[in-house]
């Protein structure tokens, strides 16, 4: 009965969301309605047109814009109702739906069971409609700040970015699906899977997927209704940090799990898939600082609603990459050309629809307020040219592989490409952010601002000349060493000369990222540059060095599991001769389904990490052990983090902001209620 | 500027059209060797196991050509396919082999165990002759003629039905 109700559930949002769609996009008028004939076609325009005619006697349109903001709260429960059941049949692991015989074990542990209700492709794509329809009742239910014409639109390009996927989902995909003959046992999760940090770094990404589709739907209401006004940056923006927030600490997160999980020892191996989330981060990063210009100064209307489309679509391709198969990957999903083909549809009809809709608008938009390069606004629209331009490279070396493997030629394209070629962009874009926070909006002079740029010049010059002659390590790690000190000491200058306790919450948010990038550079360029690996067949009792570790080997031993079992070592650490930490690294077999992991040991300082990993047994009782001395490394995830936080208290801020505004305007209008 | 807006639409178009391209193109996940129709690149290989000698480049350039099979005793295909390399030696191809990351022992056992069509074996630890001729798995086979040049590659295991056709580009390689 759970998965009939759920997929009921499912049908009626479905439902509900056309309903929004047609609704919404039926109440635009005129000139409004010809940009939308481009976006959805003529056809579908003259079935609008009909619906509005069947309801427009009298007060027809009020009728149709009534049931737009109700619909999007229905279909939002709806939604979570259905979801609900999915999550009731995975704890239950019910084995007559297929897709729970297919993902879920009776004997797997209860917080993996419900990790598999989103670690296959349909719960996933299920909890994506889920989150958004949930920003689109939160949106439906409270946003008031934009003209209502403009939030009609922008619902009805919601529910119809939320169509497609629904029909994805119900089409091909149906995670309600009954087997006609209830398995025996399931199939087991992915033992790769099993690990806290990766049943919550998928839904930590969709939730920025999502964020981004709002502010995509904010975009596509903006530019149907010519409504491209600080209000609309001020709405959008909460959206788009929110998404970047947890974009950031999805990457973030992603990014450890590699480094422990899969044993190799590095932190970003610039695979499909990574870049598949690291291109929609690089968008909205840019998207959230040209919301800010329009958000404070009316400025940069047109360029702010083309990255609020292109973060999306970002999202879309990246989704595209991963589902379809179509780029080879250690992360590779089940893979199903079919699903390819439908989210390839859904692509081209919603970036293909967006950017038509941008290219025929555009013009209509004005540029906004004018203002000198040596500004705020000028410093910001480097940042947005700049991530643009690392975006463009990490696009293009991403599809590469696709584009020969079409003329039959097979490439890979790995660090050698995108490190210094990023970088071209990067270090130049790091320098103007020592700058940029410290300059006034409108109009600056160098002069004001010369005494912070001289002092950051000068530490980063002495870090540079320092760690040249002490260490001598190789250009990028050098000048991203330079550069992590010159953010850090220019980071905290807007705090200069204020009053702490009276500084805005966004203003330390921006301070506690910006010093965060730093911390993470800080932490890359050191890995980078003074990493040492030892690669050693070791017997039980022999000691390695490495850098500043003697390890010894002292027991390897069977050990077992809950559904594996492992050979695990007993390594005892020490620090340069201090009292020995013991570590276990295990070289694990899964048996549902057979599969081989090695579970890295790590031992922890402030200035790094050692890195154990046990292979397999070499000629002569001897064992194949892998040892790593990683100084700051951890810095790098530090980094993620302090830069999530620094998001976070800006929405926080954000969000205060908004409330204190409501509250004062129902008191105003309170106030006035009584004399009226 | 309405141009480049224009010219954007269309690269996304070209894009799209790309991705629908390749999604019609069947996955094909082998990697080919980019040695095709160039010289065995220099080696000297120590013997694999005792009643074996083993191998080096000049072997491969004695004026009859050869097949080269690329395998380890730890590969289930490679196990598969031995009765296919036995139906190869019974017609007449000569074969030569190397053993990649093994141990004698576990060679020996194999030999024993799927049987030995190999007139001789070499041992490549490190895979150094298996990336220098471009194989990336085992098990591979390649067809070298007689003055030491690859001519054909076979990626994976020998099926009933790729015997023929092995035979067939020995016979080439060797015209």
């Known amino acids: ?491 905290v200058m807007p705090l200069r000369g204020r009053s702490l306790r009276r500084l805005p919450l966004p203003v330390w948010g921006m301070v506690i990222a910006h010093f965060g990038m730093a911390v993470g550079l800080f932490g890359m360029a050191a890995d980078s540059a003074f990493s040492r690996e030892k690669l050693v067949a070791a017997q039980v009792g022999e000691t390695v060095e490495d850098g500043p570790w003697r390890v010894t080997l002292v027991a390897v031993e069977p050990v077992a599991g809950p559904n594996w079992t492992a050979l695990e070592a007993t390594l005892h650490a020490s620090y340069q001769g201090g009292a020995p930490h013991v570590v276990h690294p295990q070289a694990r077999s899964f048996w549902t389904p057979p599969q081989e992991t090695s579970e890295a040991a790590l031992l922890t300082r402030w200035n790094g990490q050692l890195y154990t990993v046990i292979g397999g047994e070499a000629e002569g009782g001897r064992w194949q052990l892998r040892l790593w001395w990683k100084p700051f490394v951890t810095w790098i995830w530090y980094g993620g983090i302090l830069i999530g936080f620094g998001g976070l208290l800006a929405l926080i801020g954000r969000l205060a902001g908004d409330l204190r505004r409501r509250s004062a305007q129902a008191q105003i209008a309170l106030r006035k209620g009584p004399a009226a | 500027m309405t141009w480049l807006r224009w010219i954007l639409l269309a690269l996304v178009a070209g894009l799209f059209g790309l991705f629908a391209y390749m999604l019609t193109q069947p996955k094909d996940e082998f990697v080919e060797s980019a040695m095709v129709g160039k010289p065995m690149p220099a080696f000297d290989l120590p013997a694999a196991v005792a009643d074996r000698p083993g191998l080096s480049s000049a072997d491969l350039a004695d004026g009859q050509p050869k097949l080269l099979n690329v395998f380890a005793s730890w590969c289930v295909p490679c196990a598969a396919e031995a009765p296919n390399l036995a139906r190869l030696e019974a017609s007449g191809a000569n074969i030569v082999a190397v053993a990649i990351r093994d141990r004698p022992e576990d060679v020996a056992a194999f030999l024993a165990a799927y049987g030995n069509p190999f007139s001789r074996i070499g041992k490549d630890d490190i895979s150094a002759v298996q990336l220098s001729i471009g194989s990336s798995g085992v098990p591979e086979t390649f067809v070298i003629d007689g003055r030491g040049v690859i001519r054909y590659q076979h990626i994976g295991d020998i099926r009933d039905s790729d015997v023929s056709v092995l035979l067939a580009e020995l016979r080439e390689a060797g015209a």
């Open chain 1, 1 to 491: 009965m759970i998965a009939e109700f759920g997929l009921a559930a499912l049908w009626m949002a479905a439902a509900l969301a056309g309903l929004q769609m047609l609704a919404g996009f039926a109440s635009l008028r005129g000139e409004d309605e010809e940009a939308l004939g481009t976006l959805v076609g003529r056809s579908r325009l003259s079935v609008l047109r009909a619906v509005k005619a069947a309801l427009s006697r009298g007060d027809g349109d009020d009728i149709l814009a009534a049931l737009v903001r109700p619909a999007a709260v229905l279909q939002a429960l709806l939604c979570a109702l259905s979801f609900a059941a999915l999550l009731l049949l995975f704890i239950r692991t019910d084995l007559s739906v297929a897709l729970v015989a297919q993902n879920s074990h009776s004997a797997k542990p209860f917080i993996f069971k419900l990790a598999g209700t989103w670690g296959n492709h349909e719960g996933s794509m299920l909890l994506w409609v889920t989150v958004m329809a949930l920003a689109g009742g939160l949106i439906g239910l409270l946003e008031r700040r934009l003209p209502e014409r403009t939030m009609l639109a922008t619902l009805a390009a919601q529910a119809f970015v939320g169509l497609g996927f629904y029909a994805f989902l119900l089409i091909s995909s149906n995670p309600f699906e009954r087997l006609p003959e209830p398995a025996a046992e399931g199939m087991g999760l992915n033992p790769l899977l099993q690990d806290m940090g990766l049943a919550f770094h998928p839904p930590t990404l969709y939730f920025g997927y999502v964020g981004l589709s709002i502010a995509f739907s904010f975009a596509v209401g903006a530019l149907l209704t010519r409504q491209v006004t600080p209000d609309f940056a001020k709405v959008m923006r909460p959206w788009v940090l929110g998404a970047w927030i947890f974009l950031t600490l999805g990457i973030t997160a992603g990014s450890y799990w590699a480094y422990y999980e899969l044993g190799w020892g590095g932190w970003w191996f610039w695979d499909p898939v990574e870049n598949a989330s690291l291109m929609p981060w690089l968008a909205a990063t840019a998207l959230l600082h040209s919301a800010s210009v329009l958000a404070s100064r009316d400025a940069l209307r047109a360029w702010t609603v083309m990255l609020g489309v292109v973060a999306f679509s970002m999202s879309m391709i990246g989704t595209f990459l991963v589902r379809s198969g179509i780029l080879t990957s250690v992360h590779a999903f089940a893979v199903d050309p079919e699903r390819g083909t439908f989210i390839l549809a859904l692509l081209a009809l919603y970036i293909g629809g967006a950017l038509l809709l941008f290219a025929v608008r555009a013009g209509t938009i004005s540029e906004g307020e004018r203002f000198s390069v040596m500004s705020r606004e000028g410093a910001l629209v480097v940042n947005n040219v700049a991530l643009s331009a690392i975006l463009g490279i990490v696009l293009l070396g991403t599809l590469y592989p696709l584009l020969t493997e079409a003329f039959g030629v097979r490439v890979s394209v790995g660090p050698p490409y995108f490190n210094p070629v990023g970088a071209i962009f990067f270090l130049p874009m790091l320098a103007v952010l020592c700058v940029g926070p410290l300059l006034r909006w409108r109009r600056d002079s160098f002069e004001r601002i010369r005494k912070p740029v001289v002092a950051v010049a000068v530490v980063a010059l002495a870090v540079l000349a320092g760690v040249y002659f002490a260490a001598g390590i190789a250009l990028l790690p050098l000048l991203g060493m330079t550069m992590a000190a010159a953010v850090a000491v220019a980071s």
